[in-house]
């Protein structure tokens, strides 16, 4: 049975907790939040005694297999970047993995100081994109791999949230779909100033993409209100995340609340889902999925670090390309300051 431990006790914590009712091979164990009342609250509702305020005295003195870093990115109402400190801290204390909630990196200096650690640790790090374990994308997905719908041709993806916010779930949805190939070139056009000052997920608020891949797809994108398509009856921004994947023979389209599905063999078929349920048990499969890989070296996570930096980094570019208005080759290195430019430039 793996030990893990929390820290972070907010909104998103609750749902790494509650997953753990789909957890066969590890328990949550200790928790750690700089607020008391939120820290004891939580405790209480899911019933661990084990509470911190600090973080080194919770890793040395419990020593976990597995650490949730469920916190936003930046503090709210400041500038302070926190992904890379506490990434360094659990690597530091030797923790064997490692869950960080999404985005792993907001600007090119975070992003840069990340993807140093990851070729110095030896702390199995991955991002909770846990969108590729909901039940119904990996029933897609296997239509795909199968070849029900033929080759692959074209992939549309959004969500009508922020590219700094929801941005990595969206693009490590499309990986999911084509195995992990590399983006190579991205197009990219960027609006919106109101969240780039003092927000936690700091970005710009619109944004659309064109991406070429090394296997030859292209793949359009789009993020913010005012270009992404809604995906469900939600009146807010965050219920709009979907992934419609184009092959010569068929679709599958995975949409929030909903799916659908053309085949030559079935025809066309889609109904609702119900996300909560479904975000649960990927939840669930996604902490799973981490144990396999401390099983076995070979069972590497689909959302490992180098991969969800990769696709960070098509968002930086995608940025860049909106200032330079001119094609980024990737990857690419972000020049220091893109934020302070992006507010210059919006």
């Not at 000052?197 to 797809?217: Q, R």
Request: proline share 5%; aromatic share 8%; charged share 25%.
């Amino acid at each position: 049975m793996y030990k893990t431990a929390m820290l972070g006790c907010g909104g998103r914590a609750r749902g790494h907790a509650d997953a753990y009712r789909f957890v066969k091979r590890g328990k949550l164990a200790a928790i750690c939040d700089m607020n008391a009342e939120r820290r004891n609250t939580f405790g209480d509702d899911f019933g661990i005694s084990s509470r911190y305020a600090d973080l080194d005295e919770m890793l040395e003195k419990e020593k976990p297999d597995v650490l949730h870093i469920v916190t936003s990115p930046v503090i709210p109402n400041s500038n302070e970047r926190i992904r890379y400190p506490l990434m360094k801290q659990a690597s530091d204390h030797g923790v064997p993995a490692a869950i960080i909630e999404k985005p792993i990196a907001v600007e090119s200096e975070d992003w840069k100081q990340i993807s140093r650690l990851a070729e110095e640790t030896q702390t199995k790090f991955v991002v909770n994109t846990q969108l590729n374990f909901h039940p119904k994308n990996l029933e897609l997905k296997r239509d795909v791999t199968e070849g029900r719908i033929g080759e692959i041709k074209f992939i549309d993806a959004s969500a009508r949230s922020m590219p700094g916010e929801q941005g990595g779930h969206v693009l490590q949805l499309v990986s999911s779909y084509i195995d992990n190939a590399r983006p190579m070139r991205i197009l990219g056009q960027i609006s919106g100033s109101e969240n780039l000052t003092g927000a936690t997920h700091p970005s710009p608020m619109h944004a659309v993409g064109h991406v070429l891949y090394k296997n030859g797809l292209h793949v359009s994108l789009a993020f913010g209100t005012g270009m992404a398509q809604k995906a469900s009856d939600d009146p807010g921004i965050y219920g709009h995340k979907r992934v419609f994947v184009v092959g010569t023979k068929g679709f599958v389209h995975w949409r929030f609340s909903s799916w659908e599905r053309a085949t030559l063999e079935g025809g066309y078929e889609g109904g609702p889902l119900n996300y909560g349920a479904q975000d649960v048990i990927a939840q669930g499969n996604f902490t799973e999925a981490v144990f396999d890989w401390l099983d076995n070296e070979k069972n590497v996570h689909p959302t490992h670090l180098k991969q969800s930096l990769v696709e960070c980094n098509l968002i930086l570019g995608m940025y860049y390309s909106g200032i330079t208005n001119e094609i980024i080759d990737l990857p690419f290195k972000p020049p220091d300051g893109l934020m302070d430019t992006l507010r210059e430039h919006l």
